[in-house]
């Protein structure tokens, strides 16, 4: 490979959440909180950000950015970014969309909260799909406004698909008016397929819902594999929003810049008003989007061939030393989704016993994940592989200890 991806990188007092945030994040605690390890001794599988260094093309393009020496009130003032992006589109979803509709934001999360505030009235409710993740149920309760949630089906293997049926008689829901949808799908890892996404497309329509496609890990696929976004599907439906961004597949979530694509120009007016940054962004932030699409492309293959491999790894230990955990390998995100209930209790809380007898810091269950998730775990894989062995082998070794 040309990049290096076992580079063990310490980050380690840089205000990171992942190092030095995951004690009030994770367990709602304060540094007081202390734990059988110390905290450079974690192996830290939980919040959705990588291991790796960014690509050096991207972090070249920073410091030629810096290096120009002003960082004053900055907007997307010509249509470079546009195009950088539209081509990304057209290379990898054979997608296009007009200039017009492109929005942005500092991320999804604040887009999501945003537009459910504009869209939705206090008795007017928000429908997802669960296991879901956590952020989607806040946009709803920081509006006041009620969730309707609609359990994905699971086989015995842990393919996870849409219930069809359970879906159609949520959004049938008077009070139903905007589905939050999750493609690719965070935590299972689903990639819906053309099928699957008709079906919902023809629910939506037919309740007139507005529809939020979350995509942000449509570019975290196996190899291999080619994302359709919900937007191709529906090409006509006005009342749909298009959420993405490099930030989660080139490991910038911390420089905060999304694209937010809006069909309706109502809607569109609207959340361009209300930005509660009055349309600027971060000069560094839209430097470094623009090369990740401009040039992060080669970077981009290996890192998803080098999770593959991960992956398999993952498979494979389980299927020795847990067999009866449950887990398909995640058509998207560099997140697994793996079934523990053979080996804890209902009311057991996993991320509180992984860290206090393993040393590993994860996510999982109800309690950060919106239903359908007990004794579930999230791994991130997005580690160097060395990393990824070490922490299956304390969870191998603290659940056999049980």
């Known amino acids: 490979m040309k990049y290096d991806f076992d580079e063990i990188i310490d980050r380690t007092h840089t205000n990171a959440l992942n190092t030095d945030g995951f004690r009030q994040y994770i367990f709602k605690a304060g540094p007081d909180k ?14 959705a950000d990588m291991e790796f260094a960014v690509a050096p093309e991207i972090r070249e393009a920073l410091k030629e950015r810096i290096d120009r020496q002003i960082f004053g009130y900055t907007g997307v003032y010509d249509d470079e970014y546009y195009h950088s992006f539209l081509k990304w589109c057209v290379d990898h979803y054979d997608w296009s969309f007009p200039q017009e509709e492109l929005t942005f934001s500092p991320g999804i999360i604040p887009a999501l909260f945003q537009l459910v505030e504009t869209l939705c009235t206090k008795d007017e409710k928000v429908l997802i799909s669960t296991p879901s993740y956590g952020y989607f149920a806040h946009a709803a309760n920081y509006s006041g406004v009620g969730i309707l ?3 994905l089906k699971r086989d015995d293997a842990g393919h996870f698909t849409m219930d069809l049926q359970d879906l159609e008689q949520k959004a049938s829901d008077p009070a139903a008016k905007v589905l939050i949808f999750c493609n690719p799908h965070n935590p299972t ?11 919902v497309a023809e629910i939506v329509e037919k309740y007139n819902l507005w529809i939020i496609s979350d995509e942000i890990h449509c570019d975290l696929i196996r190899s291999g594999k080619k994302h359709i976004p919900m937007a191709k599907v529906m090409e006509d439906y006005p009342k749909l929003v298009t959420c993405m961004s490099a930030s989660k597949t080139f490991n910038m979530a911390g420089l905060q810049f999304s694209n937010i694509i809006i069909r309706d120009p109502a809607l569109r007016r609207t959340f361009k008003r209300a930005d509660k940054i009055g349309g600027f962004v971060n000069p560094l932030s839209m430097t470094a989007q623009k090369a990740a699409y401009d040039v992060g492309g080669e970077w981009h293959e290996e890192m998803k061939a080098y999770l593959d491999e991960n992956f398999r790894c993952l498979k494979d230990f389980l299927k020795v030393y847990l067999p009866e955990a449950v887990m398909e390998v995640p058509e998207a995100t560099y997140l697994a989704w793996v079934d523990l209930s053979a080996y804890f209790d209902e009311e057991d809380d996993l991320p509180e016993f992984f860290a206090y007898k393993a040393g590993v810091l994860l996510e999982g269950g109800d309690a950060l994940f919106v239903g359908n998730a007990n004794r579930f775990v999230r791994l991130n894989l997005a580690m160097p592989r060395e990393l990824v062995q070490t922490g299956l082998e304390r969870m191998r070794d603290a659940i056999l200890a049980k």
């Open 34 to 47: 202390v734990f059988p390890y110390k905290d450079e001794e974690f192996i830290r599988m939980w919040v």
């Open 149 to 151: 949630t609609n359990p």
């Open 189 to 199: 890892g689903r990639m819906w397929t053309e099928e699957e996404l008709g079906a």
